[in-house]
């Protein structure tokens, strides 16, 4: 509840207020008393009108009614319905509003609703009593297909397709260089398993190998953040380039050894999150294989469609 200064004018708006001895200072002590209280019952959901206070604007000649709206998700909305109690009389509509009334999809603080009471017929707001009903409802729920260009550090070319919904699914791969023939395997120290005669070198070339299909589902957490957990099949290798040379020193090659080190090829999982900022949508995740090492995943989309 608000009580702030007094107001009275006669029937019709004053086109210059402030102006003249009706409205001059000495003659005139504004002072409104405007109750608001909210009458609606709310679910056990949380959502909830607070914090409800008024000031009259002397200046516009209106009366601005200020509320928070807290507990609000993407799942729900809220009609805020200001209404009119004078005394014992009933329940009547204001028409002349403005701001952030109707139906309302986002909580937050300092809403606004704007009421001009003149033109409603209103022209003292001594006792008059306010109420804003609220009514709740499900929302719809926007539903978006996007396609992203999808990578990670080892293998940043690939595709994403993704299913944004309370409850979706997304399926990509990635790549990056495809792997060379070898004939021979090396460690971190660089032994190769040579077994021929001769003697080999190994060359400042290298080449990291990798590839990943995943798919899995999507769990919307707000209203534009998503997150996405999957797995399926991939790769991470690292291929080392040597020389081998006869005993006379001579050479006589060149070919790749697979480091067995960082030879890992089975289960990969992906898991992050995807945001939708406009008309893009932004990745960002974690990837690894047997959880012996980690990749950083990415992409950038656009949705398709919209449902």
């Not at 300092?110 to 409802?137: A, C, Q, Y």
Request: net charge positive; glycine share 10%; aromatic share 12%.
């Amino acid at each position: 509840m608000n009580d702030t200064s007094a107001f009275r004018s006669p029937s019709n708006r004053p086109s210059n207020p402030g102006v003249g001895p009706f409205f001059s200072i000495q003659h005139t002590k504004w002072r409104v008393a405007v109750f608001l209280c909210l009458l609606a019952y709310l679910p056990a959901t949380a959502q909830s009108v607070v914090n409800v206070r008024t000031s009259f604007d002397q200046s516009s000649q209106l009366l601005l009614i200020y509320y928070d709206l807290k507990g609000l998700n993407y799942k729900k909305e809220i009609m805020i319905i200001p209404q009119i109690v004078s005394g014992d009389t009933s329940l009547a509509p204001i028409k002349s509003l403005s701001g952030d009334f109707g139906w309302r999809n986002r909580g937050g603080k300092n809403n606004l609703i704007i009421w001009d009471n003149f033109k409603d017929g209103v022209n003292s707001l001594e006792t008059v009593k306010i109420e804003l009903k609220t009514e709740l409802r499900n929302a719809i729920i926007p539903r978006f297909w996007s396609l992203a260009l999808h990578g990670s550090n080892s293998a940043p070319f690939g595709v994403k397709m993704t299913r944004l919904s309370p409850i979706g699914f997304f399926a990509g791969f990635r790549m990056g260089r495809l792997p060379p023939a070898y004939r021979y395997s090396a460690d971190n120290t660089g032994v190769i398993d040579y077994f021929e005669s001769g003697v080999y070198e190994i060359g400042s070339e290298q080449r990291r190998v990798s590839y990943a299909i995943t798919a899995g589902p999507v769990y919307q957490l707000t209203r534009n953040i998503y997150a996405y957990a999957g797995a399926g099949y991939g790769a991470e290798q690292v291929f080392w380039k040597y020389q081998s040379f006869n005993l006379n020193m001579e050479l006589i090659g060149n070919d790749w050894a697979l480091n067995k080190n960082i030879d890992r090829k089975g289960i990969i999982a992906d898991a992050g999150a995807e945001v939708r900022i406009g008309r893009l949508v932004l990745d960002l995740g974690l990837s690894t294989i047997h959880f012996k090492s980690f990749q950083i995943i990415g992409g950038v989309g656009m949705p398709l469609s919209k449902h």
